[in-house]
């Protein structure tokens, strides 16, 4: 025997099947945590108020004669700062922030003996990283921001 199926019995099956396919993709991207979504930084609206000192800052960096500069070595990632500053009086915060990744973000306190710090390369990941230097030298705070990568 033979099973017939009509229009009508058709369309409804087709619909039924893409509802049934919507819902689960929808599921599955809110509920697992392999398709974990969230914003760039918790506290975001925070950010947003603080964002005029940052462009402040970065523009501080911008004048100085020289800026910091980040060149890819045998070893890692050099970060040469300006000659210009006194080394032990350059103090502050190197950040590494992996966009796709939030658990392997991390953060170096700058202290420096000469005007070079390394950043070995068993520290970092391959792919895209932004990097976020906040540096202040005799109470003139600074900032330099660099995408790269790595």
Not at 30 to 51: A, C, G, I, Q, R
Not at 53 to 59: A, L, T
Not at 83 to 91: G, L, T
């Amino acid at each position: 025997m033979k099973l017939k199926i009509s229009w009508p019995t058709g369309i409804i099956i087709a619909i039924t099947a893409f509802v049934i396919f919507i819902l689960s993709f929808v599921y599955k991207v809110t509920f697992m945590p392999e398709y974990d979504h969230h914003l760039v930084s918790e506290e975001y609206y925070k950010d947003e108020l603080n964002y005029q000192q940052e462009i402040n800052k970065e523009n501080k960096g911008v004048a100085l004669k020289e800026n910091i500069k980040i060149k890819k070595g045998s070893l890692g990632l050099t970060i040469i700062f300006p000659v210009e500053f006194e080394p032990s009086k350059i103090k502050g915060t190197i950040s590494f922030i992996r966009l796709s990744n939030d658990k392997i973000d991390f953060n170096i306190p700058i202290k420096l003996t000469s005007n070079e710090i390394l950043i070995k390369d068993e520290k970092l990941v391959e792919g895209r990283w932004d990097v976020k230097i906040e540096w202040n030298v005799d109470n003139v705070d600074y900032l330099y921001k660099e995408k790269l990568i790595y």
